[in-house]
């Protein structure tokens, strides 16, 4: 806000600089090292967070749509081509969904 018209509202990004530009790569990457290592946690990619919070919306219930554009693809294809391999709650949930599905049917 101190920056006011020399802030970069328009790229409206999530993690940026103190002015709102593109934070380099080298930056990131390493601050997530740094964060897991002192967690204690193993080396992962960046990457992966995106990863998983795309599979966290899958199983939360939200739509493959809301995903893609969350995500900024160009595709819901490329999306459920990424993102849709099965995990086991969407596994649990899909079996339990059916086997009631049909019960009813069998009614």
């Known amino acids: 806000m101190a920056l006011q018209e020399d802030y970069y509202h328009e790229l409206n ?15 990131l990457f390493n601050s997530f090292a740094r964060i897991l290592k002192k967690a204690e946690l193993p080396s992962l990619p960046i990457h992966s967070t995106r990863h998983t919070h795309a599979v966290l919306q899958l199983e939360a219930g939200a739509s493959m749509k809301y995903i893609q554009e969350r995500l900024g693809h160009g595709s819901m294809q490329i999306t459920a081509d990424v993102y849709s391999h099965i995990s086991k709650k969407i596994e649990h949930d899909t079996m339990d969904k059916f086997e009631e599905h049909m019960k009813n049917v069998l009614e």
């Open 13 to 27: 990004l999530v993690l940026c600089r103190n002015d709102g530009n593109y934070m380099p790569k080298s930056s």
